[in-house]
Structures are given as C-alpha cells and as structure tokens.
C-alpha cells in the first residue's frame, strides 16, 4: 500500500474513534466508511514485469482510451491514452527501463480526463526516459478530481521497466509517446495494468535479439 493510503485512514480511523467517544457508533460511520476507501484506493498489488527487449509497458492502470499517431518536434510519434477511474490502482510505474532525461512539471486545468483536450491543457508532469535502444515519453495528467500529482525520481535517475515512479491522486489520465515504428500491442477499449500490461515493442530490438 502506499503511505498516503494509512496517512488517511490512521486520520479518518482516529475521527472515528473520538466522534464514537463523544456521540456513538452511529455518526461514526462515515469516517469508518471513508477510512476503508482510502486504505483499498491507496493499495499497491505486486505486478509481474513483462522480460523481453524491446517492450513497453503501461505505466498505469485503466481503459485505453485513444491510439493514435501525432506530430512532435522530434518526429512522428503514437500516443497512446489510457483513463484512470477512482476504482484503478493509481499507482504510476516506468514504461521502459533506462535514464530519466527530463521531468517538467506544468500547471494546468482539471478537464474530465476522458476529454481529449486534457491531454494538454491540464496540469500534467511529462517524463522522457531513454533507453532499451529508444525514448520514451510519459504524462501524469490530473483530472477533474485529481488535485495532486506525484512523481519521485529525479532527473538523471536510472530506473527499471515497470519501477514505481509514483501516482496521481484520484481520477486520471495517463499519456505514452511511443517512437512512430514501435508496435501497438493494444488498441482503445482495452484495459490495461500498470507494469504488466505490453503497450508496445520495438520490432528491431525485438527482432535483433529473439
């Protein structure tokens, strides 16, 4: 689980307690009942790492919610959009091993995340990690109940495919820019898991060592 999930509900259980010591059960219902969700809402399951060269992974959990292919000052590039409800683990995790090269954070609105625009107009943290023989770029997007995105490792960072970086506290969206030659291993409508789930795979590096 992650911390902010007992910071919650240690707060919340405590309330409970009191408003039981100065009322009775009955009111104290509801920060029991809120406590819970915390502790579920923050939980943080074990995820089986996909090996292999070459693979992409997702970096949350959700519904992909748009494939497509765009322009980008480096190129032609896919994104690829996946929708994180209240009920997905929000935990984020690293789509490819390598370096981070760049993390810039950038304010924002709090659009419905399952709004197209979202993707750039709300507040987001937007990651670049190179290697596996590619790069790779990731967004934390915040959606109309998200008011706090998280993100640990710092630039320069060397981390793991599938590593946690991070969350992005309730409801959300999360973004992958992916090379224009990778593979999709997923199209929209599918759901997928963060650190285990294969967006994509490079066919050279695949190829090359299969």
């Known amino acids: 689980?992650?911390?902010?999930?007992?910071?919650?509900?240690?707060?919340?259980?405590?309330?409970?307690?009191?408003?039981?010591?100065?009322?009775?059960?009955?009111?104290?219902?509801?920060?029991?009942?809120?406590?819970?969700?915390?502790?579920?809402?923050?939980?943080?399951?074990?995820?089986?790492?996909?090996?292999?060269?070459?693979?992409?992974?997702?970096?949350?959990?959700?519904?992909?919610?748009?494939?497509?292919?765009?322009?980008?000052?480096?190129?032609?590039?896919?994104?690829?959009?996946?929708?994180?409800?209240?009920?997905?683990?929000?935990?984020?995790r690293s789509p490819i091993g390598g370096t981070i090269l760049k993390v810039r954070y950038r304010k924002g609105l709090y659009l419905n995340a399952m709004n197209p625009a979202s993707a750039d107009r709300n507040e987001q943290n937007i990651v670049t990690v190179r290697g596996e023989g590619c790069e790779v770029t990731f967004k934390q997007i915040a959606g109309l109940l998200a008011r706090r995105i998280v993100f640990h490792p710092a630039e320069g960072s060397v981390i793991g495919r599938g590593e946690r970086v991070g969350l992005i506290k309730f409801g959300s969206r999360v973004d992958v820019v992916v090379p224009a030659e990778a593979e999709l291993r997923v199209r929209k409508g599918v759901r997928v898991k963060g650190g285990a789930s294969i967006l994509a795979a490079m066919p050279a590096i695949e190829g090359a060592k299969s």
């Open 1 to 92: 689980m992650v911390r902010d999930g007992y910071f919650y509900g240690a707060g919340l259980l405590l309330a409970a307690a009191l408003v039981i010591w100065f009322a009775g059960w009955p009111l104290a219902l509801v920060p029991v009942l809120l406590a819970a969700f915390f502790l579920w809402f923050f939980r943080d399951p074990h995820r089986e790492i996909p090996s292999g060269p070459g693979l992409i992974v997702s970096p949350g959990d959700g519904l992909v919610t748009e494939t497509v292919r765009i322009e980008t000052a480096e190129g032609p590039r896919q994104r690829i959009s996946i929708f994180l409800s209240v009920f997905d683990v929000h935990v984020n």
